[in-house]
């Protein structure tokens, strides 16, 4: 469970706590704009650091066919999300030292995801993977990437654009079978022995 | 819009979702004046945005929140039990559709399953038979197709695969529907143009939702006064033990107090007993309408889980109504499956945003990649069915920790019975074998998502000692409060809740209207 407390910011609400999950709270922070600009980023705001968290994304969530962009747009939220307050930015300093410890830009994918699965419940693994599913999986290049096409109701949807565009599979019944009503209607059979069979302690 | 006195004794109804909304559209309609306030703001079609996480941060309850128990969630999404709504139109809004009834048995699963053990299993106080004719009401208010000549949806990509996969295992019982979303337009709201943002308002507005039908129908009798952005945190009662007024917070934050007549409770299954608890006094100690002390416990979720299934060439489920796909085979009882109860399996489909989030909550590496990497060949269902109540599976207050307005928060506490992983476990399975028949090459159990299907606790029951209302919604204990949303579901069923919240909403008004008549209340 992460705390995040939020100051400050574009919200009505200005002093406020959430306690979420991991994930919602990452994505809290980047599209209610609290506004990291006016933190001072320092924590890994330099092209080593960053290339070293880069390269710990694309472990984390490897695509080989992906460019470096996206995961460099990743990294740089990471970074980001890791300077919004003093514990944070710890957090990341010294995950980024242990990093350079364990001279992990030089390790393989074998031996980077070895080295990850060791260290995959401090909070700096949980900031860089929970921040990193919900950033990688909605950049816009991604989405392309993945063949997903976004918002479609200023398209029209998909009623004249492919919803129904399969071709591999014979086209089903719509209908409800004549038979639904009656079995819906029908009588379950009660068996006298059902604790034993659902063996409930 | 008509403008209520604040001292003037008015019927409040908390909530206009499903229960609430349903509530001030039947009121109105029989010339009652309300005052109706809603926590949230009111969202137009224009307004929503089809985007996953931008629809969410708009729609969602993000109020504070806490968890405990042994359910997953607890775990990955501590912070967010449920997956509500605020905003008028509650979680109509952000519901995907599919309205099938409860089955008869399923009124009375005590009499059915029998004792099962750590299963606080109760007979409603309606059956089937009383239910019937507000079903009817509930599909039309709806538009369900495949219900009253309404036409079928058409098949989309992702219930091609669903509907070939469930005739290749020898399932007979699938169709598009019954579905709240116009294959045709019905009720003035148009066709669907299958853009596949149903779950994030509907911008096209062929969802059937209380934001789209029944809020702006009762603005316009005149007789509604819709106050958004008003948070209520306490009912207040007088030295009878009736209810007498609410205090809410406005739009500023500023406290109000409304005068009422009669309160009815439409805040959903976490809310609703919260705000019950927290109107606690030293006449009613243990909260409101609370002399059971079953308000809170018995808290539902629906069997829950999704399967998705990678295949060679494309799928693109992302195209289309989200939940138009529908198969009822392994619904009824039948407990030489392992387990008691049944469910349903009806198609979903996320984008890539929320399928990283939510395929495996904390997952990473190659295996989860493969999954995310064949996106646009990925079809996917939805496992949904009954659940245990169980005492001890609850909504209580946590001092620990303080809403915005100082309140203390809702903890969600959830232990799995294990006839739920008895029946997920099976379900999986099935759900497996039901992809592999049409050649899916990776599979995946994805564990529940924080709970949209949340009910039972204020539970209706026969008996005041069982349960914290009757069978018209009233509470036991105080005769001008009651309580219309899933909370007051005695048991689950396997079936989607809106329908049913929508219909016994309908039932609960006629006793509203006709004990205001009778001057009862």
Known sequence: ?201 | MKKIDKKEKAVVIIGSGAGGGTMAYELTRAGIPCVCLEAGPFHKKEDYVNDEWGAFLQMAWLDARTTSGDWRVAKDFSGLPTWLCKAVGGTTTHWAGATPRFMDYEFKTKSTYGNLKGANLLDWPVTLKDMEPYYTRAEDAIGSTHRGGRAALPANNNYKVFAEGAKRVGYKFYATGPYGTNAEPYDGRPGSVQDGFNFQGDKNGSKWSTAKREIPRALETGLLDLRTHSHVTKITHNKEGLVDGVIYRDVDGNEQRQAAQVVIVSGNSIESPRLLLLSESSMFPNGLANSSGEVGRNYMRHLTGSMYARFEKPVKMWRGETMAGFCADEVKHNPKRGFVGGYYMETLALGPAFLSSFLDPGAWGREFTDMMDGYENIAGMWIVGEDMPQSNNRVTLNTDVKDQYGNPVPNVHFDEHKNDIAMRNYAYEKAEKLYESVGAIQTWRTPPYPSTHNLGTNRMSAKSKDGVVNKWGRSHDIKNLYIADGSVMTTGAAANPTLTITALSIRFSENVISQLKKGNI
């Open chain 1, 1 to 201: 469970m992460i705390i995040i407390i939020i100051e400050g910011g574009d919200m009505s609400i200005s002093r406020r706590s959430f306690v979420f999950g991991s994930v919602a709270a990452s994505v809290f922070i980047s599209l209610w704009d609290i506004n990291p600009s006016k933190a001072e980023v320092k924590v890994g705001d330099n092209a080593e650091d960053k290339k070293l968290i880069i390269k710990m994304v694309r472990d984390v969530y490897p695509h080989d066919r992906f460019p470096e962009a996206p995961y460099e747009r990743t990294a740089n939220d990471v970074i980001t999300k890791g300077n919004a307050d003093s514990a944070k930015k710890t957090m990341l300093s010294e995950g980024i030292e242990n990093l350079k410890k364990a001279n992990y830009g030089k390790l393989n994918f074998k031996k980077s995801t070895k080295y990850l699965k060791k260290i995959e419940n401090s909070g700096f693994f949980q900031h860089v993977r929970s921040t990193s599913v919900v950033t990688l999986y909605n950049d816009q290049e991604v989405w392309g990437l993945l063949g997903y096409e976004g918002s479609s109701f200023e398209k029209g949807g998909y009623i004249n654009r492919g919803f129904n565009d399969l071709d591999w599979l014979p086209d089903p019944r719509i209908e409800e079978h004549p038979d639904l009503a009656a079995f819906l209607k029908a009588d379950p059979n009660r068996l006298a022995a059902i604790e034993d069979m659902i063996k409930l302690n």
